[in-house]
C-alpha cells in the first residue's frame, strides 16, 4: 500500500510523536508517580501533537482569538480519542497508569530507572501468531482478530462444513533495564512465546477442500527503541514444526521477521484518518522462512525431503469506523517469493469485517474471505465464511 506524499505529510503534522523520558512528570499534577484518568492524561496526549501556526491562525490576523483556541481544542479532542480509549481499557479499574508505563503507551522511551526484571506469564488467544508484542503490551483484545469458529450447511450438496482457526501463545516478557536516548539505541525488552496454531475446515461431503494444518512453534522476540529513524523495532525469530491433526506430515522451519513502528504515521499504533470517521493501523512486515519437508503424508503437493527458502513483505491494515461503534475492518497480504523449493510463491489474501458482541472486543461475529496458500503447509484456501471470533 502506497502512502501519497500529501497524506503522509497531513499525519506527520496532526499526529502524535514521541514523547523523551523526562517530560511526562510534568503532567503528574498531584505528584502521586501516576497519570491519571481525566485532565493529566488528555493534557499529556494533547501535549504531544504538532499543529503549524498556520493551523491555529484560521483568519489569518496575526493572533489566536477565542473561536479559534476553541476550535483547536475540539480537534485535538478528536486526535486523542483513539488512544484515550486505548488508555481506559489498559487501566481498567486503576486511579491511573504508572509514569514510566504511560513512556512506553504513548511511544517515546522506557522509564531511566531501570525497572523490575520479572516474567510475565499470559495465555493470549489470537488468530495469528504475530498478534503479540508491539509495543510493549500484548496488543488489547479490542485491537486484535480473535480465534475463528464457523459452521456452514450446504444444502444443495448435502454439505456441512466445520472450520476452527487460531493460535493459542505463552507470553513471557522481560524488560532489560536499558535507558535508550534518540542519539542512541538499545534492546528494551525480549520474550519468548512458546504456541500453537491450527487451521482445520472438515467438509461432510466434499473431503477434498478439507484444510488440515497444525503449527507448533518456539518463539521469541527483541524490542529495539530509540537511536534511530523508527520508534521502535522488533526483530522475531521462531522455531516452526508444520504438520496436521494426524501428525502425520512434517514440515521443519526458521521463521525471521521485523517490524517497524512509528506513532505518527500510524505504523503499529492506532490513528485517526483526515476528517475523523476512521481510526487505522498499519503494520508492514519484513518475512523470511526457510526449511525442509520431512513426512508429506496425506499432503501430496509436498514434495518430500526437499528443502525451501522463501522471503517477502507481510502488510496489515485495520480500520475502525467512527460512526459504528464495535465495528472492525481489517485486510491482511503477504507475498513470499520463493528462492528454492516448491512451490515458487505463496500469496495469501484475508478481508474480514466483524461486529464486537461486548464492550472489550473478546467477542465478535462477522464475515471473513481468504484466499491464496497457507504458510509452511502451503494448502490452498478460497472461502467465505460467517463466524464467531474469541480473543484473549
Known sequence: MRMSPVFLLFCLSFCAFPVYAGSVEEFDANGNGLIEQGSEITALLKSTITVPYAGLDTNRDGKVDCQ???ALDRKLDEEISFRLEEYRELIGDAAGMPIADVRRFI??????????VSDNGRLLVRRDYENIGVMDQSKDPATVKGAWVAYTKDYENRNDIWQIRGSAMYLLRSETGLAPSEEKGGVTAYSFVPGVSFDRVSNSNAGCMDVNSLTFRLGSELEYMGGGFFDAQYLRLNLAYASDFDLESGVLALEAQWEPVDTGIGMGVGRSLPGGLFDFRWRPILHAEG??????GDKYWLVGDEGFFRAGPKLHLDLWPLFLERVRIGFDWQYLHG?????????LFEGDVSYALNEKGNYAIGFAYRKGRLPLTFEQVDELTLGLSVKY
Open 291 to 296: 526449511g525442509r519437508v520431512i513426512e508429506r
Open 107 to 116: 511511544g517515546g522511551l522506557p522509564a531511566s530507572s531501570p525497572p523490575a
Open 339 to 347: 528462492f528454492s523449493g516448491y512451490p515458487g510463491h505463496v500469496r
Open 68 to 70: 479559534e483556541s476553541e
